[in-house]
């Protein structure tokens, strides 16, 4: 098993930054890829970004691509989300996800084995 524990989230105003945190524990050896996905209110889960643990190869949707970037501390078995020019449309509870196995739909929540809490990101206009 592996738990995954977000944290970092907050209300800020539109254009501002946030970084959110997803420390991993239990059977980290068996990760193959880490994501970020929101769900913002009312709306179905949508895929953010997604980073492969030992290449830290990286996809991202495009609605945050050029303003949000994932990043990963192996060491410390860390997934970071950069957040930068937040918008309001980027109000979400923000979790974090780890896949065992490699999947070309890296979008799909179905294809994730282990999900996080959630943590609340706000932003006002």
């Known amino acids: 098993q592996v738990q995954l524990v977000e944290s970092g989230g907050g209300l800020v105003q539109a254009g501002d930054s946030l970084r959110l945190s997803c420390a991993a524990s239990?059977?980290?050896?068996?990760?193959?890829?880490m994501a970020w996905f929101r769900q913002p209110p009312g709306k179905e889960h949508e895929f953010v970004a997604i980073?492969?643990?030992?290449?830290?190869?990286?996809y991202y949707a495009d609605s945050v691509k050029g303003r949000f970037t994932i990043s990963r501390d192996n060491a410390k078995n860390l997934v970071y989300l950069q957040m930068n020019s937040l918008k309001p449309e980027d109000t979400a509870v923000y979790y974090c996800?780890?896949?065992?196995?490699?999947?070309?739909?890296?979008?799909?929540?179905?294809?994730?084995?282990?999900w996080g809490q959630g943590t609340q990101v706000t932003v006002s206009s």
């Open positions: 996800a780890a896949a065992r196995n490699y999947y070309s739909a890296y979008d799909l929540r179905l294809n994730y084995d282990y």
């Open positions: 239990g059977r980290t050896f068996s990760i193959y890829a």
């Open positions: 980073i492969r643990w030992n290449s830290g190869i990286t």
